[in-house]
């Protein structure tokens, strides 16, 4: 590293700890949405891999999710494989799983997160529904951050999944089609998604530049804060989620008001 990168290095970190030192707390997100997007392009400027932009992404996470215990988030949710990504091609696909895989592991051996997993277990391998299973079982006691690992994750599927939930309750009930009908409102939707018991996203993230949602969140973030970021995610740096949360802060939500 030269001394221009020293200079700049030091200079990022000052102002940093600067936005941090007038981050108000109170005003903080307590449930932020990630979108990490950008491994591939990251990987193809580095001139490396595919697989190497996937390990750097995830080798991200725990530094990510340190920075939001630091600033009292309380629920995180990550995107980490759409249902949409299984089209790719299988040489991308399988490493991939594995990436994933051992991220969950590693989130469920730290002992500071309860590991929840949203998306649709069926499309995954059964290895993998196993990995998620043990991981929410090894963390259920956490008093910590909530981190959701959206994994063969969509929202259509989930308000899908969530209709065909309600569907199946009522049947089980004995209530009829017209009760149920009579009934169904958006509580009782909201009460069959995967994240049923949690508050919906104050903040939604994205890397590499990307100005969409992609089908993320679609029910829960009728009403969320977007950031978009033009760093690709393994490149994401403390002073681009201070800068996030100052944002946010700077925001008066009105919910329609």
């Known amino acids: 590293m030269n001394l221009r990168d020293k200079l700049r290095g030091l200079l990022v970190r000052l102002y940093a700890r600067r936005v941090e030192?007038?981050?108000?707390?109170?005003?903080?997100?307590?449930?932020?949405?990630?979108?990490?997007?950008?491994?591939?392009?990251?990987?193809?400027?580095?001139?490396?891999t595919t697989v190497h932009g996937?390990?750097?992404?995830?080798?991200?996470?725990?530094?990510?999710?340190?920075?939001?215990?630091?600033t009292d988030v309380e629920v995180v949710t990550l995107w980490l494989l759409s249902t949409d990504n299984?089209?790719?091609?299988?040489?991308?696909?399988?490493?991939?799983l594995?990436?994933?895989e051992d991220v969950v592991r590693?989130?469920?051996?730290?002992?500071?997160?309860?590991?929840?997993?949203?998306?649709t277990p069926d499309l995954l391998p059964a290895?993998?529904?196993?990995?998620?299973?043990?991981?929410?079982?090894?963390?259920?006691?956490?008093?910590?951050?909530?981190?959701?690992?959206a994994i063969g994750y969509g929202g259509r599927q989930e308000i899908a999944d969530a209709v065909r939930s309600m569907l199946l309750d009522a049947q089980d009930k004995g209530t009829s089609l017209e009760e149920l009908a009579e009934a169904v409102d958006t509580d009782m939707i909201g009460r069959h998604l995967y994240?049923?018991?949690?508050?919906?996203?104050?903040?939604?993230?994205?890397?590499?530049?990307?100005?969409?949602l992609s089908g993320f969140m679609l029910w829960q973030t009728a009403h969320s804060e977007y950031y978009f970021c033009d760093v690709f995610w393994p490149a994401f740096r403390?002073?681009?989620?201070?800068?996030?949360m100052r944002d946010y802060a700077a925001r008066h939500r009105r919910y329609g008001g």
């Not at 994240?195 to 969409?212: A, H, K, M, N, Y």
């Not at 403390?238 to 996030?244: M, P, S, T």
């Open 195 to 212: 994240t049923s018991d949690q508050p919906d996203p104050d903040l939604v993230i994205r890397t590499s530049g990307e100005q969409r």
């Open 127 to 149: 290895g993998m529904q196993t990995v998620l299973k043990e991981a929410e079982e090894a963390t259920a006691h956490v008093d910590g951050i909530v981190v959701n690992v």
């Open 86 to 96: 299984f089209d790719r091609p299988q040489e991308e696909l399988v490493p991939l």
């Open 238 to 244: 403390k002073v681009d989620f201070l800068r996030a």
């Open 54 to 70: 996937h390990r750097a992404g995830a080798e991200k996470i725990e530094e990510f999710l340190g920075w939001c215990t630091e």
């Open 21 to 48: 030192g007038h981050l108000d707390h109170a005003q903080v997100p307590k449930h932020i949405g990630v979108i990490m997007d950008g491994n591939r392009r990251w990987a193809k400027a580095a001139g490396s």
């Open 106 to 119: 590693t989130l469920a051996a730290d002992g500071r997160w309860r590991v929840h997993h949203v998306g």
């Open 98 to 100: 594995g990436i994933i």
